[in-house]
């Protein structure tokens, strides 16, 4: 069974045929970090506008590069939510017309679920029940998944997810959008020991908080520019520049600020394994791209008696791959969508 997936919740361009649910046979994911960096964020009237130029080019690509024609398609699977409104309008208009014109079943996807059967891209073998983190630039929860469809959240973030913090942290750094990728490479080369930012462990609660340590990181790069202007006003030679930290101080902010997102992730991880006695993880979404959570989430595993399951980095961010996975499922349940579809920014799983 063969299906053309489509994902446009966010800023990547995204079309991929799937095969069984599966069987990746094409996945291209066209990306707007050179529109948004500019900004330190995505720009959501732009996203849309680029949606709007890359989704034929797109998905053309993704059926050439597996061979095949919509006539081939058993379905069309779409991200109808969560995400933002004017790019998710794209994606959903799109496969309406698709559908409509070549008389083709259509599957509306939720994102986060798609994000949390992604690993079934890669290990069909995976079985239920396991306990799932997904956590991205829009999204930090932990859910019980039973079955396909069934899935109990256990936690979220009150506040900012951790790939938002990621975001913004670089952004305070001066390092562009999206935050993750860089401060992952920075963090490696730092000190996570030189600065203790706070752990927000939320006690008696799965839920997260990540607004106060990005909060703490503004503050300590704000009183260090303070110092280096002090010292810059002092020094007689000095040329009045704004006060930038030094590469080696940014990398350790970076580390600092890795370990202490990295710590609460996997404790929380923890707890959720030890509250339902689940011992099969899965981690999906951008941050799960992150070297450091990677590692740790393995350790914890290996240590515990856990199994655990970390897709590879292409799955990892947003890819139409995984709505094609996801809606594979639905349609073999006869979950189909109508022209009626409406995509929604906000829509939990
Ligand atoms: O899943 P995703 O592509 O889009 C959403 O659904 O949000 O996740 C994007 C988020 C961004 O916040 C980005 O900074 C973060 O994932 N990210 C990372 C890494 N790669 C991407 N965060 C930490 N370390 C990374 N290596
Ligand atoms: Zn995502």
Redesign the pocket.
């Known amino acids: 069974m063969l299906l053309l997936g489509i994902d446009t ?2 800023d990547d361009t995204s079309a991929a045929v799937v095969e069984g649910g599966a069987t990746i046979r094409s996945n291209v994911v066209s990306g707007q970090a050179e529109i948004h960096s500019r900004y330190g964020g995505i720009v959501p009237e732009l996203a849309s506008r680029r949606h709007i130029e890359m989704i034929v080019p797109v998905v053309d690509e993704a059926l050439k590069s597996a061979g095949v024609t919509l006539k081939d398609l058993d379905a069309v699977a779409v991200c109808e939510g969560p995400g933002l409104i004017g790019s998710l309008l794209v994606g959903c208009s799109f496969a309406k017309a698709v559908c409509h014109a070549g008389h083709i079943p259509l599957v509306a996807v939720n ?1 986060l679920e798609g ?1 949390l059967l992604s690993p079934f891209l890669e290990s069909p073998g995976l079985s239920f029940p396991f306990i799932s983190l997904v956590v ?3 999204h930090t929860s932990l859910y019980k998944a039973e079955d396909f469809g069934q899935y109990t959240e256990l936690g979220r973030t009150r506040d900012d997810a951790a790939g938002e913090a990621y975001d913004k942290v670089s952004k305070i750094l001066g390092l562009g959008y999206p935050g993750g990728p860089v401060i992952d490479r920075l963090a490696a080369k730092g000190d996570p020991g030189e600065i203790d930012f706070p752990r927000s462990f939320l006690p008696d609660t799965l839920d997260f908080s990540f607004s106060g340590i990005k909060t703490a990181v503004l503050n300590y790069v704000n009183r260090e520019k303070v110092k280096l202007k002090k010292q810059a006003d002092m020094s007689l030679n000095s040329v009045p520049l704004p006060p930038t930290l030094s590469q080696s101080r940014k990398e350790n902010v970076a580390a600092a600020f890795q370990a202490a997102v990295v710590d609460v992730l996997v404790r929380k991880v923890e707890w959720a394994v030890a509250a339902t006695g689940v011992k099969r993880v899965v981690i999906s ?2 941050v799960s791209a992150n070297g450091l959570l990677r590692q740790r989430i393995r350790e914890m595993g290996d240590s515990q008696g856990v199994e655990v399951y970390v897709p590879s980095i292409s799955l990892c ?2 890819n139409a791959a995984m709505i094609a996975a996801a809606g594979y499922h639905r349609f073999r349940k006869g979950l189909l969508a109508g022209p009626d579809l409406n995509p929604r920014a906000y829509l939990p799983l």
Do not use: F, L, M, N
Request: aromatic share 0%.
């Open positions: 919740s966010c994102h994000h991205s630039g829009g979404g951008g961010t947003d």
